[in-house]
């Protein structure tokens, strides 16, 4: 990592309805809140971080499909937020069809990752970026693999958590192996703990078995107010900083913090 440029972390889970938006949102507005200068870059067509930080679609004239496109750079479509400290670049159903577009370009894999470079040498403006990816492992995934420094992982914890865990780690590993040879696994975050299911608490021994110290202390709850927060275009911790889900998520933060100051420091 070069100490000039933005921390950039990829959120990332092929699988659907883990807490990957929730997560991205939720630990950026954290990161902002002590202080630090944040991008969310939204990679996913469905455009939920965007929706869940308040940015309506009708506002969307900008977004992450013109800057893989070429079309505009990262400072142009970074977008302020409610969040002090916090921008979005934002996504539109557009992105749905950006495999066509720049499928033949011999770039295609490293749109962002430029595009991100040249933001970091002429503005510096960021600290931290985080890119939302969409639950599967396409061109859109492969950008944000190859732009960034690390990968964060939401894992559900649920009976099928493990099998999709190790299909993802396969294409981190692929990707550091062919086009980013510094990516790593920044942590394994486990979200929708129900504490009184059986199954749930069988799931946080297996991950932690298999993975280590990759797995993040704090899990996140399943949290009725974190779930509400979107439909309100707010962060759970701005909507309700005192429900459980906003604690875990400063709790996280707190966590990816000091693991960033290790990797500095090393």
């Known amino acids: 990592m070069t100490m000039s440029g933005p921390r950039i972390i990829t959120v990332a889970n092929q699988k659907g309805g883990v807490g990957k938006t929730t997560t991205a949102i ?3 507005t954290a990161l902002a809140a002590i202080g630090e200068r944040v991008l969310i870059v939204d990679l996913d067509p469905q455009g939920n971080a965007s929706t869940g930080l308040g940015i309506d ?3 969307r004239t900008v977004s992450s499909y013109d800057v893989l496109t070429g079309v505009l750079d990262i400072d142009a479509a970074a977008l302020p937020t409610a969040v002090p400290g916090l921008s979005i670049v934002p996504s539109t159903l557009d992105l749905l069809g950006i495999e066509m577009e720049i499928s033949s370009a011999p770039d295609r894999v490293l749109r962002l990752r430029n595009a991100l470079r040249r933001s ?3 503005s510096g403006a960021f600290s931290y970026v985080l890119i939302d990816c969409p639950p599967s492992l396409n061109l859109l995934t492969l950008n944000s693999m190859a732009a960034a420094d690390s990968v964060l992982v939401p894992l559900q914890c649920e009976f099928f958590a493990l099998e999709g865990l190790s299909q993802l780690l396969e294409t981190v590993e692929q990707v550091r192996g062919s086009i980013n040879p ?5 942590g394994i975050v486990l979200t929708m703990f129900d504490g009184r299911n059986n199954l749930a608490n069988q ?13 993040y202390e704090t899990v996140i709850p399943r949290n009725v107010r974190v779930s509400e ?10 909507y309700d900083l005192k429900c459980s889900g906003s604690q875990a998520y400063l709790q996280l933060a707190s966590e990816v913090i000091r693991r960033e100051r290790r990797l500095r420091a090393a």
């Open 120 to 122: 970091a040498e002429r």
């Open 26 to 28: 939720n630990l950026a």
């Open 229 to 238: 927060a979107p439909s309100y275009g707010k962060p759970a911790i701005l």
């Open 203 to 215: 799931v946080v021994q297996d991950v932690r078995s298999h993975m280590g110290d990759k797995v």
């Open 57 to 59: 679609r009708r506002d």
């Open 182 to 186: 510094r990516l790593t696994i920044q």
